[in-house]
């Protein structure tokens, strides 16, 4: 038994870190944390991305994969190393996802996931992303927490050939970025889970890590996943 779980542990690791404080990035203060609602397999269908470019760029998502058990987990696996490898190769938010819904089409499966692809250029501050019916992004300073503006898009293997359009804003000095999945948003109406989410990160200044630590990643009973990106002053 013991040797067993070793061995979940190691595959666990090596597929996706549960909970993982990335540390400093291309001018970013990074952590993570995942939560698998199934105690057994300890992984489910929501995944995240923390990829640096060789051109100095920091590409940071997260995903959801409809459904839960060994096909979620299956399909999260294949999307999130798809991801990376259209990211290496360059292309922007928004081709990343077009991507992503061509392989999910192409796989006939019926499998659907949403997803959140952004990539943040230190040299300008400039953050671009792009969304696959995922809820929107939250942007923090110390006074207030605010939603970004949603990109047009819909869910990922949902349609043959959707357009998915891109945002783009400024991260000033200590401002941080959420990106997260809709296991963190308390189940009932959906706007509202989102302000609840957002109340929770009201007036924080410390690091991300622990930012996340105060966060309720039980709020659906679901698979959960969060990312907290703060630009260094």
Known sequence: MARERHISHVLQHAIQPASSVVGDLAG?????????????????????LVLPLANGDLVMAVGDVVGHGLRAVEAMIGLRYAMAAYAVEGHPPAMILSHLNTLLIGAGNAT????????FRPSTGQIVWAGAGHPPLLLADRRRV?????????????FSAPQYAQEARQLLSGDSLLLYTDGM????????????????????????AAILDRLDFGAARDDACALLAQRLR
Not at 112 to 119: E, I, Q
């Open 185 to 208: 948003i308390k189940r009932g109406n959906f706007d509202h889970g989102i302000e609840l989410l957002a109340d929770q990160l009201v007036g924080l200044d410390a690091h991300p």
């Open 112 to 119: 659907t996931a949403t997803a959140v692809v952004a990539t």
């Open 28 to 48: 970013l203060r990074v952590a993570v944390r995942c939560r698998a609602a199934d105690p057994v397999l300890r992984i489910g269908g929501d995944w995240y």
């Open 146 to 158: 605010v939603p970004l503006p949603s990109p047009a898009g819909p869910l990922l293997g949902a």
